[in-house]
């Protein structure tokens, strides 16, 4: 298959790179259109509690879905109680509430409710409510800001809307800075490795090409499915890095071909295809499954990032065995144009043979020693990712932002000079068979809540029925009785705060951090709690939003680990005809990534390095980050993996000796596997400069596991497995040995010339 299709490619050259133009082209005007369809948020289940629960108190008891905090501070130690600085608030609000989607205002002084003043008395803020979905309420916000000022306060925006807001400009401004830092050290990189300016721009190109690709498959998605905006840096992140990894392993064995047939690029284009493209096609296959394993989480933003990731790499494995074979064709020697290789240190001195260097006297250590190697390396990764036992999950919030970030800054002021969490309750609707302001139904809600507030952590509870602790059941039917609703405005007021219909509010005051365990243990009470007959509770709220979203990880990730299991093995086995080595692969791939999911806590979670990498530790890391990890990391440790088992067979199949396969593939794979992980990081760690907290943690998470993986697992865990294991590596029950023998899908051209190593900037020369 792979000699035929590099064979059309070879005589079709021109019209595959036409096509390859054309597609570039719709990408740029159709692709490009992505980032105006693109949506925000995206971390909830719909299917949740605490998701009904919010659609209840949008729609039933018409609260408006967005709550921007304005803050205002005191410029010139003047109280809240001052006339200037009433009528400073009352002005400057006054340019909003005739703006489109602006909902309730609710201020100190319309409402008398003291939560609403700091301490000192010098603070005061407004919940502005705000309609819409979430990108309707940041069409809104974008409108206001301007609006929102004052001559003598200062005047700071928060919550939910405006923490939204700054996230997503504050992730692109990090992509942005990720892209400029790591082009250039990528071009550096590959001049380097290539020791050609033709070669080395090759991979850069296909990288472009990935990524506008990659825009348009999604853009075709968007007409189908909401598509998360942080889609766009996973886009990035795998399509620039395995478009190059691709490009590498693709260039290197053509031009060791070329040196082979003595420059005959048909030839040589057809070796490379059946072997090296070969390889890419099945470890493109197996990141593909791996990232669309995150379509059977709930949450849209780790479904966008599962089809914005499958996207890429489908876009690089097609490059690679179109578009990179034309360009190959096309330049066939002239791939070593413009050659660097004498400016290089050592650049004139570089060639030695398979029986020398840094990779042959590392594969020939391992042979040698394969239990000492195999204790010694998998006790240092067990150690590293104990501190992964410890970890606590949650989602992010405005301490994800950077310390000067203006939301952050209004979010630390509450909670250090206001009453804890009055704009970040526990929200409990309550649907009930009958009216809610009738006797009975208020009778049963004042002993459902007195049940609430005898809850361990509970502060406060606002509801119908919590007015006055002097007030019994008989009260307040006398206080919403019809009578009582049409001579008391409060009552009024009241009832339409916390009722409409048959459904109706109780708001749970607590003291601990809403995303804190204790906060969760809360949520957990309250759900436990018996409701009184005719009652229908739904409890949500942000603690209960994180219960729910954790829960959903919990039920999701073996079903994901699963299918990438169940994935790994068919690919692994249609590729070398084993059912070992699919399972040592999963072994070691886990604990490969036990190193990384170790460090996040280690880092993150417990605050190492915080002064150093610019962040503060929130005594958690973002729930979402493990699930990304494993799923990418788990995608491209496969992805070296095949790289150098797609060698190591190549040689078994011709000597039938395991060791010499192995010793033979860590040779020839080792600087070529160092060299794209060594490109891939680049690109990954960039993101870690990121001030976003999760954007951060991915990089440095996933930059620890390709690093850990490329180096001390492919290089030293699976050669000496390997050779422990020496024939039963490639054993297989019978009935799969001949339906592998029937697929014909192994090498079938058997070479007898030894293919030189080499080191230094040469040693990617060795084949893929």
Do not use: C
């Not at 405005?489 to 708001?507: D, E, I, K």
Request: aromatic share 8%.
């Amino acid at each position: 298959m792979f000699v035929f299709l590099a064979r059309f490619i070879y005589r079709r050259r021109w019209p595959v790179l036409v096509a390859g133009l054309v597609f570039i082209l719709a990408s740029i005007i159709y692709g490009t259109t992505l980032f105006g369809q693109l949506k925000g948020g995206g971390f909830d289940n719909p299917e949740a509690e605490s998701t009904k629960a919010a659609e209840a108190f949008h729609s039933k008891l018409g609260r408006d879905e967005g709550a921007l905090v304005v803050l205002f501070n005191s410029s010139d130690s003047s109280n809240v109680d001052n006339p200037a600085f009433k009528q400073s608030v009352e002005t400057t609000l006054n340019r909003i509430k005739d703006q489109p989607g602006i909902g309730s205002v609710t201020t100190y002084y319309n409402s008398g409710a003291t939560s609403l003043v700091s301490t000192d008395r010098l603070s005061t803020y407004a919940v502005v409510g705000l309609k819409g979905n979430d990108d309707e309420q940041a069409t809104t916000l974008k409108a206001l800001r301007p609006l929102l000022t004052s001559e003598k306060l200062q005047v700071r925006l928060g919550g939910l809307p405006a923490v939204n807001q700054e996230m997503n400009a504050q992730v692109e401004k990090d992509l942005q800075t990720a892209e400029t830092m790591s082009f250039p050290i990528l071009a550096v990189l590959l001049v380097f490795i290539f020791g050609s300016l033709v070669a080395a721009a090759l991979p850069l190109a296909i990288g472009g090409m990935v990524i506008l690709g990659a825009f348009l498959i999604l853009r075709v998605v968007s007409n189908f499915s909401d598509i998360s905006i942080f889609a766009i840096n996973i886009i990035t992140m795998l399509g620039l890095g395995l478009a190059i990894d691709y490009s590498l392993f693709m260039i290197s064995r053509f031009r060791e071909e070329l040196k082979r047939r003595n420059g005959d690029v048909e030839a040589s284009l057809a070796r490379t295809m059946q072997t090296a493209g070969r390889t890419v096609m099945f470890s493109a296959l197996t990141v593909i499954i791996s990232l669309l394993s995150l379509l059977v989480f709930p949450q849209m933003f780790l479904k966008s990032m599962g089809m914005g990731g499958a996207a890429a790499v489908f876009v690089a494995m097609l490059a690679a065995l179109t578009i990179l074979p034309a360009v190959l064709a096309l330049l066939g020697n002239r791939i070593n144009s413009l050659s660097v290789r004498t400016w290089l240190p050592g650049g004139r001195n570089r060639k030695a043979n398979e029986q020398s260097g840094f990779w042959f006297r590392i594969s020939n250590f391992v042979m040698r020693r394969p239990a000492t190697v195999l204790v010694v390396t998998l006790v240092p990764l067990i150690l590293v990712g104990l501190p992964f036992l410890q970890v606590t999950l949650s989602t992010p919030d405005a301490r994800s932002l950077p310390p000067k970030a203006e939301s952050r800054v209004v979010s630390e002021i509450l909670t250090s000079q206001f009453p804890r969490n009055e704009t970040e309750p526990v929200e409990v609707v309550i649907r009930t068979e009958k009216a809610a302001l009738d006797p009975a139904t208020l009778s049963a809600l004042y002993d459902y809540t007195r049940q609430v507030a005898a809850i361990p952590g509970v502060r406060r509870v606002d509801s119908l029925v919590n007015l006055d602790p002097r007030m019994d059941k008989g009260a307040y039917t006398q206080f919403y009785s019809e009578a009582g609703l049409n001579q008391n405005p409060q009552a009024a007021a009241v009832a339409r705060q916390f009722s409409n219909g048959n459904y109706t509010l109780v708001n749970v005051l607590y003291d601990s951090e809403p995303l804190s365990k204790e906060s969760q243990e809360l949520v957990k009470h309250i759900r436990e709690l018996s409701a009184p007959a005719g009652f229908s509770v739904q409890v949500g709220g942000n603690s209960a939003f994180l219960v729910d979203f954790l829960d959903s990880l919990y039920k999701s990730i073996p079903v994901a680990f699963g299918l990438i299991v169940m994935a790994v093995f068919v690919i692994l086995f249609l590729m070398l005809g084993s059912l070992v080595i699919p399972l040592k692969a999963v072994i070691l791939n886990v604990l490969s990534l036990s190193v990384s999911f170790g460090a996040l806590v280690w880092i993150f979670q417990e605050g190492h390095f915080a002064d150093l990498l610019g962040f503060t530790s929130l005594g958690s890391i973002d729930g979402t980050q493990p699930v990304l990890i494993f799923a990418i990391a788990f995608g491209l440790s496969m992805d070296y993996e095949v790289f150098l088992l797609s060698r190591v067979k190549e040689h078994y199949d011709r000597s039938k000796d395991t060791a010499a396969a192995v010793a033979n593939g860590v040779q020839k794979t080792g600087a070529i596997i160092t060299s794209a992980a060594i490109l891939l990081v680049v690109v990954i760690a960039s993101f870690a400069t990121g001030e976003v907290l999760f954007i951060k943690e991915i990089g440095v998470g996933l930059s620890l596991a390709i690093l850990v993986d490329a180096t001390i697992v492919r290089m030293l865990l699976v050669p000496a497995s390997m050779r422990l294991l020496g024939r039963y590596n490639w054993w297989a029950p019978a009935p799969l040995a001949r339906l592998y023998n029937r697929l014909g899908l192994a090498e079938t051209e058997h070479e007898e010339t030894p293919v030189l190593i080499r080191d230094g900037a040469e040693a990617i020369e060795a084949a893929a």
